[in-house]
């Protein structure tokens, strides 16, 4: 049995969808966006970080949406998920995405994963509140 193969059986076994496990494995938007309107970095209370990258259009539309993890597959199936729900959304849509929403677009994931869905959607929660804040303060008059 190739490697690969072990790793979705035994990711099938833990209750991992097909699209939780084909995220994982393919790695669907990990990786960073060279100049991004922002990026954040957050550690959850497992110690595991996720920082994410938005470019973001003068509409308050996500143009593109990027991440990396230093986490559990858990973890990257969230961030993919979370990435691929937030393209083309207002900042607005893109935050009221909450951990039901991303576990419904996986399909399935572990029990015991619900705090890696919960790290994606704080961190990109956390990622809006600094764009917010670095727009006022490149608006505020000096
Ligand atoms: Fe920390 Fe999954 S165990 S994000």
Do not use: W
Request: aromatic share 6%.
């Amino acid at each position: 049995m190739s490697k690969m193969t072990e790793m979705e059986s035994l990711m099938r076994k833990s209750g991992y969808s097909e699209k939780a496990m084909n995220y994982y494995i393919q790695k669907v938007n990990v990786g960073e966006i060279s100049e991004p309107s922002v990026s954040f970095a957050y550690t959850g209370p497992c110690g595991d970080t996720m920082e994410i990258f938005l470019e973001i259009g003068s509409d308050n539309v996500i143009r593109d949406a990027k991440f990396q993890a230093i986490g559990c597959a858990g973890a990257f199936a969230s961030g993919s998920a979370l990435t691929e729900m937030i393209k083309g959304k207002t900042l607005v849509q893109a935050k009221k995405i909450d951990e039901d929403n991303i576990m419904n677009h996986l399909g399935h994931i572990p029990a015991q994963k619900i705090h890696c869905v919960c790290l994606a959607r704080r961190t990109l929660e956390k990622a809006i509140e600094r764009y917010k804040t670095k727009i006022k303060d490149s608006t505020e008059i000096k």
